[in-house]
C-alpha cells in the first residue's frame, strides 16, 4: 500500500526565510506527486502537481518541489516566504495501484512578521 | 461560486446517537470523497464515489455509510456515533478529466461525548 510522511509536523519561520518541507512516499513504482495547502479559515486546495517530465514543478505563490525518484522525495520549496504563507501543508500520492490520494499528516508553517 | 457546501460546520452528539453530514456541489463533478482529519494522521478516506449510484469504501469506512442518488449531493451517515468518530469531516469533489485536482468543502468538526 502506498503511503506518505512528512516528517516536519511544525515549522516557525521569520518573513524572507527559505522553506523546504520534506515528503517521502513509500510505493516503488509510477506515482502521481502533490501538495495542498490549507490557509486559515479556508478550504484547502492544491498548490502544485507532478505527473511526469520535468521533475521541477512550479506551482501558484511562487512554491515549487523537486521529484527525486532516488529518494522517493517530492519536497516543497520557496526561496523567500511570506506571513501570509502560513498554513497547513499536505503532501499526497497516487500510484499505479491505487485509485484515490494518499495523504500525508500535514506540517503547519508559521511565518513571523 | 458554491463550490463544494457542508453542514453543518459544528455538531455535538452523544454516543449512539445518529446524523448525517450533508455534502453539496454545483460544479457537476463525478468524484465525490470523504475524509476525516485526526491531529497529526493527515486526511484518511472514508468513503468515495465515482458518480451518481455508485459508492465505495475508502480506508477508514467502518461505522460510516454514504448514498450518492444525484450528482451533486453525498451525504456521510454516523448511525451509532462513537467517541473515536470525534474528528474534523472534509467533502472533496473532483472531475473525471482531472480526478486528483480535489475542491473542497470547508470541514464539519464533530465532537462525540
Known amino acids: 500500500a502506498q503511503s506518505v510522511s512528512q516528517h516536519n509536523h511544525h515549522v516557525i519561520l521569520s518573513e524572507a526565510a527559505s522553506l523546504e518541507l520534506g515528503c517521502n512516499y513509500s510505493?516503488?513504482?509510477?506515482?502521481?506527486l502533490f501538495w495542498y495547502v490549507q490557509y486559515p479559515g479556508q478550504h484547502l486546495q492544491l498548490l502544485l502537481k507532478?505527473?511526469?517530465?520535468?521533475?521541477l514543478v512550479k506551482g501558484i505563490k511562487g512554491f515549487e518541489a523537486e521529484f527525486i525518484k532516488s529518494k522517493f522525495s517530492f519536497n516543497l520549496r520557496k526561496p523567500s516566504v511570506q506571513w501570509s504563507d502560513t498554513a497547513e501543508y499536505f503532501c499526497a500520492v497516487v500510484s499505479g495501484s491505487a485509485r484515490q490520494l494518499t495523504f500525508g499528516s500535514g506540517t503547519q508553517l508559521t511565518v513571523l512578521p | 461560486n458554491a463550490g463544494v457546501t457542508q453542514t453543518p460546520k459544528f455538531r455535538i452528539l452523544k454516543i449512539g446517537q445518529s446524523m448525517t453530514l450533508q455534502c453539496a456541489q454545483d460544479m457537476n463533478h463525478n468524484y465525490m470523497y470523504w475524509y476525516r482529519q485526526d491531529p497529526g494522521m493527515g486526511l484518511k478516506l472514508i468513503y468515495y464515489?465515482?458518480?451518481?449510484?455508485?459508492?465505495d469504501k475508502g480506508e477508514v469506512p467502518n461505522g460510516y455509510n454514504v448514498s450518492r442518488s444525484t450528482t451533486e449531493d453525498f451525504p456521510l451517515r454516523l448511525e451509532l456515533a462513537a467517541p473515536s468518530q470525534t474528528s474534523v469531516y472534509f467533502c472533496?469533489?473532483?472531475?473525471?478529466?482531472?480526478?486528483?485536482?480535489?475542491?473542497f468543502g470547508s470541514g464539519t468538526q464533530l465532537s462525540v461525548l
Open positions: 464515489s465515482v458518480g451518481a449510484g455508485i459508492t
Open positions: 507532478y505527473f511526469s517530465g520535468d521533475p
Open positions: 510505493y516503488g513504482g509510477t506515482v502521481n
Open positions: 472533496a469533489s473532483s472531475m473525471t478529466g482531472d480526478r486528483e485536482k480535489l475542491f
